[in-house]
């Protein structure tokens, strides 16, 4: 039972990797990807707002699918479909191929994301314990490796196709040989929280949603705009500029990888109390940094802040649904995509029409907000570690071997 239950672990977490991996290796090529394709600097927004659209288009379609097909079985074939896309959208030549490869990202990766976080969440509640943070830090970690792998492509000129391959080889056939393990959590507590059962109320979920997006609001922000901002606000070197999108990813899977302990020292509620403060003071030390060192202080301590809050708020819809968590989950997971589009277009409009030191004092209001709902990230009806751990759940459910 217990190496069950430690084989679902580490193959899911091996998909969070991946997952890691491969986004990062399509974000940070976007450069690339539009060279090769000669998409216009006016083209390419509509191409770049496609795919969180159409992954929001995949995560609803999950939360019907979920009734009949397991996820895990959702998960077996979405993240191979996921890499596929990634090798297709480096191999094309033809805008029109590029668009039948983002396409079939989009959709793959809202079914990859949602049936994810829904087997780490069924998981977390057959350990009885807080480790959702733990798959959240391999995606950091595959982030990490594939941001790392985008360089050294683009240090050495390899074409786009050069890159990915070799990465999909390794990663494709080692995920369906994983996903063998993955394990589908049994039947949810009968008690329910606040009078839900078997469906999801969105007047209870909203709280979560809105904190989802805020957190992806922040993410968007670090990503899309930390080298402009070092370089033109800050006066940084073209070099020193790309560091802290790395600073951020190191901290962020250092914040995940000891945030479990956290949770079961602590307690969610003031783990995401924590995160939010300290992001918010991030986004405080950058919106008034007087150089570049100061400004990767404030980067630093924003992947500290930020990379709690995500992983908790899955968390915390399956706990406020037990009955009905696979369906809070997808539909959470639409608010990581509206945060991702409203992110950085709105820093970007903000910082061109005032300025980008104000720009970046907007989302630190947003993180700040999340403190007002972070009751609803308390344990109900379980509690997670800190001498309120339930016993070690003895029935695992399904696992999905012989699919």
């Given at each position: 039972?217990?190496?069950?239950?430690r084989?679902?672990?580490a193959?899911?977490a091996?998909?969070?990797?991946?997952?890691?991996?491969?986004?990062?290796l399509l974000?940070?090529?976007?450069?690339?990807?539009?060279?090769?394709?000669?998409?216009?600097?006016?083209?390419?927004?509509?191409?770049?707002?496609?795919?969180?659209i159409l992954a929001g288009?995949g995560?609803?379609?999950?939360?019907?699918?979920?009734?009949?097909?397991?996820?895990?079985?959702?998960?077996?074939?979405?993240?191979?479909?996921v890499?596929?896309?990634?090798?297709?959208a480096?191999?094309?030549?033809?805008?029109?191929?590029?668009g039948?490869?983002?396409?079939?990202?989009?959709?793959a990766?809202?079914?990859?994301?949602?049936?994810m976080?829904?087997l780490?969440?069924?998981?977390?509640?057959t350990?009885g314990?807080?480790?959702?943070?733990?798959?959240h830090?391999?995606?950091?970690?595959?982030?990490?490796?594939?941001?790392?792998?985008?360089?050294?492509?683009?240090?050495w000129?390899?074409?786009?196709?050069?890159?990915?391959?070799?990465?999909?080889?390794?990663?494709?056939?080692?995920?369906?040989?994983?996903?063998?393990?993955?394990?589908?959590?049994?039947?949810a507590?009968?008690?329910?929280?606040?009078g839900?059962?078997?469906?999801?109320?969105?007047?209870?979920?909203?709280?979560?949603c809105l904190?989802?997006?805020?957190?992806y609001?922040?993410?968007?922000?670090v990503?899309?705009?930390?080298?402009?901002?070092?370089?033109?606000?800050?006066?940084?070197?073209?070099?020193?500029?790309?560091?802290?999108?790395n600073?951020?990813?190191?901290?962020?899977?250092?914040?995940?990888?000891?945030?479990?302990f956290?949770?079961?020292?602590?307690g969610?509620?003031?783990?995401?109390?924590?995160?939010?403060?300290?992001?918010?003071?991030?986004f405080?030390?950058?919106?008034v940094?007087?150089?570049?060192?100061v400004?990767?202080?404030?980067?630093?301590?924003?992947?500290?802040?930020?990379?709690?809050?995500v992983?908790?708020?899955?968390a915390?819809?399956?706990?406020?649904?037990?009955?009905?968590?696979?369906?809070a989950?997808?539909?959470?997971?639409i608010?990581?995509?509206?945060g991702?589009?409203?992110?950085s277009?709105?820093?970007?409009?903000?910082?061109?029409?005032?300025?980008?030191?104000?720009?970046?004092?907007?989302?630190m209001?947003?993180?700040?907000?999340?403190?007002?709902?972070?009751?609803?990230?308390?344990?109900?009806?379980d509690?997670y570690?800190?001498?309120?751990?339930?016993?070690?759940?003895?029935?695992?459910?399904?696992?999905s071997?012989?699919?």
């Amino acid at each position: 039972m217990t190496d069950v239950l430690r084989r679902g672990r580490a193959s899911l977490a091996f998909s969070f990797f991946a997952q890691g991996a491969t986004f990062a290796l399509l974000v940070t090529r976007i450069p690339a990807i539009q060279d090769r394709y000669g998409v216009s600097d006016a083209l390419l927004p509509a191409f770049l707002a496609a795919v969180p659209i159409l992954a929001g288009v995949g995560s609803v379609t999950t939360e019907h699918l979920v009734r009949r097909i397991r996820p895990s079985r959702l998960l077996r074939w979405s993240q191979p479909v996921v890499l596929l896309a990634l090798l297709g959208a480096g191999a094309g030549d033809q805008v029109a191929e590029l668009g039948v490869a983002l396409a079939a990202f989009g959709l793959a990766v809202g079914a990859l994301d949602a049936s994810m976080n829904m087997l780490g969440v069924s998981l977390q509640r057959t350990y009885g314990r807080s480790i959702m943070l733990s798959f959240h830090a391999a995606y950091s970690l595959g982030g990490i490796m594939g941001a790392s792998l985008a360089w050294v492509g683009a240090h050495w000129h390899l074409a786009l196709w050069v890159s990915y391959l070799p990465v999909v080889a390794v990663l494709l056939p080692t995920a369906l040989v994983g996903s063998r393990w993955y394990v589908d959590g049994g039947p949810a507590p009968a008690a329910a929280a606040q009078g839900t059962g078997g469906s999801v109320v969105f007047r209870l979920l909203l709280p979560l949603c809105l904190v989802m997006t805020f957190a992806y609001i922040g993410d968007s922000t670090v990503s899309n705009w930390s080298a402009k901002y070092l370089k033109d606000v800050l006066g940084s070197s073209e070099q020193l500029a790309t560091v802290p999108y790395n600073v951020y990813m190191v901290t962020t899977l250092v914040g995940r990888a000891i945030g479990d302990f956290g949770v079961r020292r602590f307690g969610a509620v003031a783990v995401v109390r924590l995160g939010a403060l300290v992001a918010a003071g991030g986004f405080a030390v950058v919106a008034v940094a007087p150089d570049a060192w100061v400004g990767m202080l404030g980067f630093t301590l924003l992947g500290l802040g930020l990379c709690v809050l995500v992983p908790q708020t899955f968390a915390a819809a399956g706990r406020l649904f037990p009955g009905a968590s696979d369906a809070a989950i997808a539909r959470l997971n639409i608010f990581n995509y509206v945060g991702f589009l409203v992110g950085s277009p709105l820093v970007g409009a903000l910082g061109g029409a005032w300025s980008y030191r104000g720009a970046m004092l907007v989302p630190m209001v947003l993180v700040l907000v999340t403190l007002g709902y972070a009751r609803s990230f308390a344990p109900q009806p379980d509690r997670y570690g800190g001498g309120h751990e339930r016993p070690r759940t003895a029935d695992v459910g399904r696992g999905s071997n012989g699919l």
